[in-house]
Each structure stands twice: as C-alpha cells, then as structure tokens.
C-alpha cells in the first residue's frame, strides 16, 4: 500500500487576547511598589508619557481625566473590559510579554533567591508560569498555604492547568534550595528535608515514620512521651529525634528582610453615616497624562519616524487605559468584599463570614481570576488594622442551626477559649471541639488541631509545660 501524500484545509477558530488587555492583566496582579516600578520604567522608556503636574492625589469617587495630543489614536475593536475575557483561550505569539513585569524583591529576598533558581530551571513556559504562582504565594517561613485549586485560578485564564501539573511543579520547587519550601505543612516541610538524606542515615526510618503518624508528639521533645506514644525504645527515639532536630522547620526564615518590610495600604475603609466608605490610595501613585509637545510632532513628522511615535502613542494611551482599568477593577472588588465583611469591621475576627473569591467574582462580573489577582498582594486599612485582602476570604464551616461560620472566625473563638483557659489545666484538641460544638460548630479534633497551629499555639502538653507554677484562675 503506497504512502498517501497530499494538502488538507481547514477551517478553525482560535481566541486571542488583545496586548492592552494582557496589559491591563498584568498590571492588576502588581503591588504598589511593584505598580510604581512598572510606571516609572515607562517614563523613561516612553517620550509620550509624562507626570500630571501638581497633586496626584485622587478620590476614590473621581474619574481622572486622561489627555491625549491633537492626534487621538481610536482603539476600535481592541478596546476592552474584563468582560472579554473567555473561558479559555490561546495565547497570543506576537504580543509583548507582560506577564514578566512583576519587579524582583531585594536580591537576599526568599522570592528572588527562588526566581533565579526557576530561571535556571529549564521549565516550559506553562510550567514557569506555575513555578512563579507558586513562588509568590509563599510566607515569609516558605510555606504555601494556597491550595491547588487557588493556584490553578491565579494562573487562568492565560494558563489552564490541570492539578497535576501544579503538582509536579511543586515538587520541583519543594526541592529547590533551601529544600522543604513550599511546603503545605510542617510534617511535609520535615518529610522533605528526610528524604534527601542518605538512606544508610541512622535513624532516618524512625524519623520518618514520627513525623507522619506522631507530629504533634515530636513538639513536646519529650523523648519518653514519644516512647510511650510509639512503643519504641528511647535509644531509637533519641536517634531519631537528633536527625530531626538537623532539619529546618522554617526553612524561608533566613532570608526574611522583616526589618525593612513594611506595608502601604492600597485602601482605607473607614465608618461615615449609615455605613462605610472606601478611598484608594492614590497619593504616591505618579498620575500619567500624554506629552503634548510629542504628540504634536506626529503630524509634522513622516516615515519611520511617525511609525515610531504613533506606536508609543498607542502604549502610552494603552497603559493611562490599563491603569484606570485596574482602579476601577480594584474600587468594584473592594466595595463587595466590605459590603459582605461590615460584621468583621464592627465585631472583629469572630464575626467574619464565609467569603469565595467565586462571590465576588459574581457581584462583580468579572472572571474569578481576575478577583484573585486583584487581591494578591494588596492591603486594606480598616478600623481593626491593616489586613491583606485575601483575609477577608474564608470557606465555609458547617454548623448545627445550618448557618455556616467561616474558618477565621473559629481560628478567632479558638484562640478566645485558649487565651480564657486556666494555665494549669489547658484546653486539649478534644475540649476544643467540645466546646466548638456547644456553640453550634461541628469540627473534627485533627481539624481543630490544625487551625491551632495556624495561630502559631503549642499543644495542651507544652502550654501545661509552659505554664508550671502560674496560678489557678
């Protein structure tokens, strides 16, 4: 039978994503130090772009004016909202790479320490783009405490992924230098670190099998407690117990820049009559306008020097387009997240409801990626202090009146009830989910175990440890 050759058409539809909306997507995922970078690196790299002269301190409620030269670029069909975002689209091969702007942290930082090793990494571009989601949703201790199915929404609609490529990029960086970062929790971090020792290493098995089945244990350093728990002899704990103490619990700690951080509010939230009103923060943000004096030499000018201001015309108009884009987008989620979280602002943590980004995302009508972006990163000042917007997201916890309360609200009664015990009889994980229970939450004690680490509370054995001697109340 003769090899068939021949010429096939056919016919296909292919979505695109306009470069001013990749732009504008880009922009929304920045921070402000990130934002100003971004900005002033267009000053200097675009003659069309200049500063608003005098105050560019704006409302909330203002619509700043944007100027264009005498010759106004029309964008006809690539203007753009969220709303043209599809469910699912390819990726534009000729566009600018925008996705590439987000600006580098000090050099010591964990994330730049970590982005240079994802550079180095030989990563497709799919998978790079999940190792930087992954890298920038890190704590200051390395830990990752978004889920998968966060991530994967982070990173849509640019990139669909499945799960298990999430997985096995994070296992990637799991170990990544220093190893155990991007861990989901402390036996995972120390699980890792284990593993990359030497098999013939004394003691490794054992520390292994502890700190899957006997974490919590470990925390007490109580070698015969560990005995009891385990039936192991103390000399194989004690062997066990010197390997685990060589790893590192913390291992993003070392490079944490803590006394150089500090945190600017891109918003204030604040009580008026009747309510509550929101006000960006605008007052360090350069305000961009259009350089006249450029603009007009377009239409004294010819060839390829018309071609070349025409172009920086259209991106600086672009860019004044992307960021309003971006402010509007930000006031829009910012007002539904504090019209659904007014009892957190009046009552405090124990008052917070149930919020999903899915929510938002839906009173809004934007796409869910598109609240989680605007959310990254960025802080509202409120009454109760300064929190990152992500705080104010919360899964839902079933209850016994069929009401769900949301998990930040039972960190905060647990904390409470640990906070109200008597020192020298502290709660266990078990009375907590007793008396989580007599206010109505159903928990599962591992549950309750596991939002009391989160608050960075030792077990009942150590806080007993803790508190010999303290009166009784």
Same mark, same amino acid.
């Given at each position: ?5 021949? #010429?096939?058409?056919? #016919? ?10 990749? %732009? ?5 995922? @920045? ?8 900005? *002033? %690196? ?10 608003? !002269? ?10 700043? *004016? ?7 670029? *029309? ?5 753009? %909202? ?13 566009? !600018? ?12 930082? #964990? ?58 990029? $994070? ?22 670190? @284990?593993?990359? #020792? ?11 099998? $502890? ?26 704990v004690n062997e066990a117990m010197a390997v685990i103490r060589r ?32 006000? $960006? ?6 305000? $961009? ?29 672009? @860019? ?14 910012? /007002? ?30 934007? /796409? ?35 009401? !769900? ?11 409470e009830l640990i906070r109200r015990e008597t020192p020298s009889r !502290?709660?266990?994980? %078990? ?43």
């Amino acid at each position: 039978m003769g090899l068939q050759t021949g #010429l096939r058409l056919e #016919l296909g539809q292919k979505l695109k994503l306009a470069p001013q909306l990749r %732009q504008a997507i880009a922009l929304l995922q @920045l921070n402000r130090i990130e934002l100003r970078q971004h900005i *002033e %690196q267009a000053l200097e790299t675009n003659p069309l772009l200049e500063l608003e !002269p005098g105050d560019s301190e704006i409302s909330s409620e203002a619509e700043p *004016e944007m100027e264009s030269g005498p010759e106004e670029i *029309e964008f006809g069909d690539d203007d753009y %909202q969220w709303d043209d975002l599809p469910e699912g689209f390819s990726e534009v091969s000729d566009a !600018p790479d925008y996705d590439r702007f987000v600006g580098d942290p000090a050099q010591d930082s #964990l994330t730049a320490h970590l982005m240079w090793q994802v550079n180095l990494a030989g990563f497709s571009e799919t998978d790079e783009a999940i190792a930087r989601a992954i890298v920038y949703a890190l704590d200051d201790d390395g830990y990752l405490h978004d889920d998968i199915k966060l991530l994967r929404a982070s990173l849509a609609p640019e990139y669909l992924v499945a799960a298990e490529e999430v997985l096995a990029v $994070l296992e990637r960086i799991q170990h990544f230098e220093p190893v155990g970062v991007a861990a989901r929790s402390l036996a995972e971090c120390l699980a890792i670190q @284990l593993r990359t #020792l030497p098999v013939g290493t004394p003691g490794r098995g054992l520390a292994e099998h $502890l700190i899957e089945h006997h974490v919590e244990a470990l925390a007490t350093r109580d070698a015969d407690l560990i005995r009891r728990a385990t039936g192991f002899a103390v000399a194989d704990v004690n062997e066990a117990m010197a390997v685990i103490r060589r790893l590192d619990p913390r291992p993003g700690l070392r490079f944490s820049s803590a006394s150089e951080d500090y945190i600017v509010p891109d918003a204030y939230v604040h009580p008026v009559d009747g309510g509550w009103r929101i006000t $960006l923060n605008r007052g360090q943000d350069p305000v $961009l306008k259009i350089n006249k004096a450029y603009s007009d030499l377009i239409r004294s000018t010819s060839g390829s020097d018309r071609d070349y201001l025409r172009e920086q015309l259209k991106e600086a108009q672009w @860019l004044i387009s992307s960021l309003e884009l971006r402010n509007q987008t930000l006031r829009s989620v910012l /007002h539904a997240v504090v019209q659904r979280q007014t009892d957190f602002l009046e009552h405090g943590e124990v008052a917070m409801r149930p919020l999903l980004q899915k929510e938002i995302a839906e009173l809004v009508e934007v /796409h869910e990626s598109t609240v989680s972006r605007a959310t990254s990163g960025k802080y509202l000042h409120t009454p109760r202090g300064t929190f990152e917007l992500k705080h104010f997201f919360s899964v839902a916890i079933p209850s016994q009146d069929g009401r !769900p309360v949301s998990a930040t609200a039972v960190r905060a009664r647990i904390d409470e009830l640990i906070r109200r015990e008597t020192p020298s009889r !502290p709660l266990s994980d %078990q009375s907590l989910v007793e008396l989580l229970a007599e206010d109505g939450t159903l928990l599962a004690r591992r549950t309750v175990a596991k939002y009391r680490e989160q608050l960075g509370i030792p077990n009942s054995a150590e806080r007993r440890r803790r508190n010999r001697g303290a009166p009784a109340r």
